[in-house]
């Protein structure tokens, strides 16, 4: 019995020595050594792991308790007694037969709702943003690179050249010169790509490490002939920021009207009220105005991007044409190395602006089609 009592003993301090371990319900998704992503993946990724959005989820919840409170109070008042409410205070009881409690209840559930709406817009237009950044600084990248392997043949032409004496020294230094150029800008475009997938793994809340691939192109694609008026009017109509203040005017428009029916115009709670309600006008009128311009001008952008585009296809015609000259010069000893590093600096700067241009068409794209949306900027 002693030998039974000494062995239990045993192993329970054996088993209280051991390491213990957390048992984590919590579900994570392993994600692939390369994730591939296409534009609508990456924004579908972001909102669902912006914590953002979970923290206006319960401001909604938190909304709605609110409102069903100041329901109940409604209710209450309107089962009391004629004689109960002729009690209340004046201005009280105005805010229940007005209809201010109720519609104050409604404007503080619906912001909430707005801005989340707005805030989920906001990420969707980001990632766009950041993936055509990321898009761009990959071309970028893929040009340098072609560079490079470009004046690395241009310098090992020119070595056999000298070596046959057909180019000087000071002609082959130049080269080399001209290879040196071309690593450093390979490099400098490396390192921005880099950064720019930095940022872009931040903004879909994905490990900085993580290696992506984008398998959605930067190209230029027609946009839709738009009616600006049309559009304005119908942005007038779904924006938040404008039904905010239009529902903020209506709130102390009826608390000015309740007001005046208690107290003299020349009274201060009558004239308090009165700056209020046509500061709430005031804000209305510049809201409006700031959204006509901020889609006339987006407009006017996306016009002037796309009319460049076309010229820049041209000048990479041009002087892919003039660097084939000269090249074609170089072997028959027409022209110099001076001639093929000026012809392939231009080619390349050629094509740099043409993915510049399609890129900025792109942003011109994006800001006009969120200009003429509900927006992404929260609510004051």
């Not at 041209?314 to 084939?324: R, S």
Request: net charge positive; with cysteine; aromatic share 8%.
């Amino acid at each position: 019995m002693k030998k039974i009592i000494i062995f239990t003993i045993c192993l329970l301090l054996l088993v209280s020595s051991l390491p213990s371990f957390a048992i984590d319900d919590t579900k994570t998704t392993e994600l692939p050594k390369t994730l591939e992503l296409s534009l609508k993946q990456a924004i579908e990724y972001a909102i669902k792991n912006n914590k953002d959005l979970k923290v206006h989820e319960a401001d909604i919840k938190k909304s709605k308790v609110t409102y069903d409170e100041e329901m109940k109070k409604i209710d209450k008042f309107n089962k009391m007694s004629p004689y109960d409410k002729k009690w209340m205070p004046y201005i009280e009881r105005k805010k229940f037969t007005n209809g201010l409690i109720k519609k104050n209840a409604d404007l503080a559930l619906k912001k909430s709702k707005w801005n989340k709406a707005l805030r989920e817009n906001e990420i969707k237009y980001n990632v766009e943003k950041y993936y055509y950044d990321l898009l761009q600084s990959k071309k970028n990248l893929n040009i340098s690179k072609e560079n490079l392997e470009l004046s690395k043949k241009q310098y090992e032409q020119s070595k056999k050249k000298f070596d046959l004496g057909k180019i000087s020294h000071q002609q082959l230094l130049s080269m080399e010169l001209s290879l040196s150029t071309a690593e450093s800008k390979y490099n400098e475009s490396l390192l921005k790509y880099n950064l720019t997938k930095l940022d872009f793994n931040k903004i879909l809340g994905i490990p900085l490490t993580q290696n992506i691939v984008l398998t959605d192109k930067i190209e230029y694609n027609m946009h839709l002939i738009y009616k600006i008026d049309d559009e304005i009017k119908k942005a007038l109509e779904m924006k938040p920021i404008i039904k905010l203040y239009e529902e903020k005017y209506e709130v102390e428009r009826r608390m000015l009207v309740s007001i005046d029916a208690r107290y003299p115009k020349e009274n201060s709670n009558y004239q308090k009220q009165l700056v209020i309600t046509e500061e709430i006008k005031s804000d209305l009128e510049k809201a409006k105005v700031d959204v006509k311009m901020e889609i006339r001008s987006s407009y006017l952008r996306l016009i002037s991007s796309k009319k460049h585009i076309d010229r820049y296809r041209l000048n990479v015609q041009k002087a892919e044409k003039n660097l084939e000259l000269a090249e074609l010069g170089y072997k028959v000893g027409e022209s110099t190395p001076n001639d093929i590093t000026k012809a392939r600096i231009d080619f390349m700067n050629a094509k740099k602006d043409l993915a510049e241009q399609i890129y900025k068409y792109n942003l011109a794209l994006l800001d006009f089609k969120y200009s003429i949306g509900i927006g992404k900027n929260q609510l004051p």
